[in-house]
């Protein structure tokens, strides 16, 4: 399904957020910023789809920067926009439940809008840590439901109705359904309880 959207993907991500998404990336980055500061600081960006959080990270630190996707035309597209902003990123294809990299490479790890993608949460995780250096930092951007009331009822129907009608028209018919699927889960607190309960945070 990613390698249908991929070509609208960018248009999708920054519509639907309401140019929003790139602000949270830069605040991820900013979080990381004072881990990341050596030189021979290394960085992961999981499911890193356009390569948008791993340009992001790239600009914003002194770190090695590496991105990882199991979709091939998501990282043509991320390749293709590094060379043309001269950031020299690497682009490893890669499943984040068996990521392609030793134990304990990176000083920091990222994951955005990926792990209510994966068909376990938990992998996904023990993955990300596995390859953090003991010390280093892992962070994850996902969304998820508001507290407030009235809020969290207007969000919720933004995310089930609005947004798979919006990105179907983006996307076209075809990708409509696998939106719909895989429809936005309260994945961000659930996986904050998640690891917390492991001892993770
Ligand atoms: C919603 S996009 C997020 C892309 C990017 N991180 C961003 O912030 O825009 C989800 C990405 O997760 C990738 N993905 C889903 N499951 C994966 C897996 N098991 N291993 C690697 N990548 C995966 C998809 O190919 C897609 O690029």
């Not at 790139?22 to 960085?43: I, T």
């Not at 490893?92 to 990299?101: I, N, Q, T, W, Y």
Request: charged share 25%.
């Amino acid at each position: 399904m990613f390698a249908k959207i991929s070509a609208r993907y960018d248009l999708l991500n920054h519509l639907l957020s309401g140019n929003m998404d790139k602000r949270w990336r830069r605040l991820v980055a900013s979080e990381l910023r004072s881990d990341l500061e050596s030189g021979e600081a290394q960085v992961l960006d999981v499911a890193c789809g356009t390569g948008d959080l791993a340009l992001t990270l790239f600009e914003s630190t002194d770190a090695r920067v590496v991105g990882t996707d199991f979709c091939r035309p998501m990282l043509e597209l991320a390749a293709r926009k590094a060379s043309k902003l001269e950031a020299a990123i690497s682009f490893v294809e890669g499943d984040a439940l068996s990521l392609p990299f030793r134990d304990g490479l990176f000083d920091g790890v990222t994951i955005a809008f990926g792990l209510r993608n994966l068909s376990s949460t938990d992998g996904g995780l023990r993955e990300l840590l596995r390859v953090l250096k003991p010390g280093g930092k892992a962070a994850v951007l996902e969304f998820s439901k508001p507290i407030v009331p009235g809020f969290r009822a207007a969000f919720q129907f933004y995310f089930t109705t609005m947004l798979p009608w919006l990105g179907g028209i983006v996307v076209g018919r075809e990708a409509r359904t696998s939106i719909c699927l895989i429809r936005f889960q309260d994945s961000g607190s659930e996986t904050a309880r998640r690891a917390d309960a492991r001892g993770w945070v």
